[in-house]
């Protein structure tokens, strides 16, 4: 109850002209920045921090969390529309999102994605201001075997987060992901790993280039190379007028948003792993859990719902340890962390008797950014998808200049703009050969935590990988990847199964067929 009326005392506070035309401003430019390819919200909030640092702590942080909550849901947007995710938390989104919007529902799939965003940060705000000291106790829960348990069980769910025909394909792209991820510096010991002697990769590919190569490049690829018979970008109109309201779109799967939510919520509380995973984990259980799973991938609502309320979610469940342990959820959230040390703000366990009141005030500029996002969705979704209507002529000059932008911006390096360009190219023949660039991307994220983290806990136990075993969560995580083995397998084997019997009748039909047909011409003669 105390929660409640300290959030409700911090949101009266922040109702005042100046404060409210701040957030609603940098959460439009948010949403902007997470809509272009590259300019992520760790980016945004990083180059924001720099010039509000003279700037009173109400109004900076006003800016910083309006930039967040907008960024994070301004990665869908550019997913749909285009394929190509803003931000790697949007990546889930675009395999569903995109096949809508080639279906001519554009608009409805980005408002859609705008109400589960705001569901899902609203849920973060709940949390963060309610239950803040409880997911801290589960997190500090994690050791080093239970990440790697949990990042492992990230990289198997590559085999059903696309649609194949085997889960094969969706592990090699997993493994590939892994491989590109142990490229740079080995962060505990300092060694260089496959670098070839190229100095450049010494500090390793990061996220945004090889992001922005694996789904940016072979996109304009793609759009040049289409015959005049293809379907072309700017052919792709917003016809199809939804019969049901997003309401009661969103209403109808309540199911899944709640799970989806304490799926952000969980694994965004947990430090250094943020929106990203908990995007992928999401999609896949809706997958997993939904009464029509085959649709997924090929334009289902339930495939957008799902990774836009948990990213979002896990807005408030990265904060939740930042501010009350003082280690960051996710990168958004470290940047914030250093945000607040200039500010003069200790973050930590004293936070609630040093400051008592800030944790309620940036849950309250939370929920006033969701009302903000809100607005801004309104007014920029049907703008939003005039993008489609533009010839590939004017438009994929401006992705490929963007995307090349977005990867030299990120650490100013040039050489990274030869990561897109080689990872774009390697994209492109994997796209021909069906191979999905989501499983890739998935296992450059989580390739960082499962190196370190089997390579800490072998050290902790001096070499013994029982400890892997002895921990009860990451045994119930070895339990479930188990479980997911054996049962992606099963399925496996029953779908050839099914399909040889059915080649079987098909010949079975047609032999009977060429028996009917001789049989006539004999009686004919």
């Not at 296992?443 to 002895?470: A, Y």
Request: proline letters at 5%.
């Amino acid at each position: 109850m105390d929660g409640i009326l300290g959030l409700f005392q911090e949101f009266i506070k922040l109702l005042n002209f100046p404060v409210l035309a701040v957030l609603f401003g940098s959460t439009i430019l948010g949403v902007i920045i997470g809509a272009l390819p590259g300019l992520s919200a760790t980016m945004g909030i990083a180059l924001l921090t720099g010039l509000t640092y003279k700037f009173p702590v109400v109004y900076t942080f006003a800016i910083l969390m309006g930039v967040y909550v907008g960024a994070i849901y301004g990665g869908s947007i550019s997913a749909i529309l285009l394929n190509i995710p803003g931000t790697a938390s949007a990546a889930a989104t675009a395999l569903d999102g995109h096949p809508l919007a080639l279906q001519g529902k554009a608009e409805t799939a980005i408002k859609v994605t705008r109400l589960a965003s705001v569901f899902g940060t609203f849920f973060g705000v709940l949390a963060l201001a309610l239950i803040s000291p409880l997911m801290t106790k589960v997190a500090l829960l994690f050791t080093s075997p239970e990440y790697f348990m949990l990042a492992l069980f990230g990289v198997l769910i590559c085999g059903s987060i696309v649609n194949m025909d085997i889960p094969l394909k969706g592990w090699i792209g997993g493994v590939l992901g892994l491989l590109v991820a142990m490229i740079g510096m080995d962060r505990l010991q300092g060694a260089s790993r496959f670098d070839g002697g190229i100095v450049e990769l010494m500090g390793g590919i990061s996220l945004v280039p090889a992001m922005i190569g694996f789904y940016a490049v072979p996109e304009v690829i793609k759009a040049f190379s289409q015959k005049d018979g293809d379907i072309k970008i700017g052919q792709v109109k917003d016809t199809v007028k939804e019969k049901e309201s997003i309401f009661r779109i969103v209403f109808k799967n309540v199911r899944l948003v709640i799970q989806s939510c304490l799926i952000g919520l969980g694994i965004g509380a947990l430090p250094g792993v943020g929106e990203d995973v908990a995007a992928w984990v999401s999609y896949d259980t809706a997958k997993k859990t939904s009464k029509h799973p085959e649709k997924f991938g090929t334009g289902s609502y339930e495939g957008c719902i799902a990774p836009e309320v948990a990213n979002n979610a896990a807005i408030g469940g990265a904060l939740i340890p930042m501010l009350t342990l003082a280690v960051p959820g996710s990168p958004p959230a470290a940047v914030l962390l250093g945000a607040l040390m200039i500010h003069s703000i200790r973050p930590g366990p004293m936070i609630m008797r040093d400051n008592p009141a800030f944790l309620n005030y940036i849950a309250a500029l939370l929920f006033l950014a969701v009302l903000a996002l809100w607005l801004a969705g309104i007014l920029m979704a049907k703008p939003m998808t005039k993008i489609l209507k533009v010839p590939k002529v004017y438009l994929m000059p401006i992705v490929a200049t963007l995307s090349i932008v977005g990867a030299y911006a990120i650490n100013n390096r040039a050489f990274d703009i030869v990561i897109a360009l080689v990872f774009g190219i390697l994209g492109y023949f994997l796209d021909k050969m069906k191979y999905s660039p989501a499983p890739i991307v998935l296992g450059i994220i989580l390739g960082g935590m499962i190196d370190e983290n089997f390579r800490r806990s072998l050290m902790v136990s001096s070499g013994n990988p029982m400890i892997f075993l002895t921990h009860p969560i990451s045994l119930l995580f070895l339990v479930v990847i188990v479980f997911t083995i054996f049962r992606q397998v099963r399925k496996t084997k029953k779908q050839k199964q099914v399909t040889t019997a059915g080649v079987m009748m098909a010949q079975e039909d047609a032999m009977q067929t060429n028996t009917d047909d001789e049989s006539g011409n004999d009686l004919d003669a």
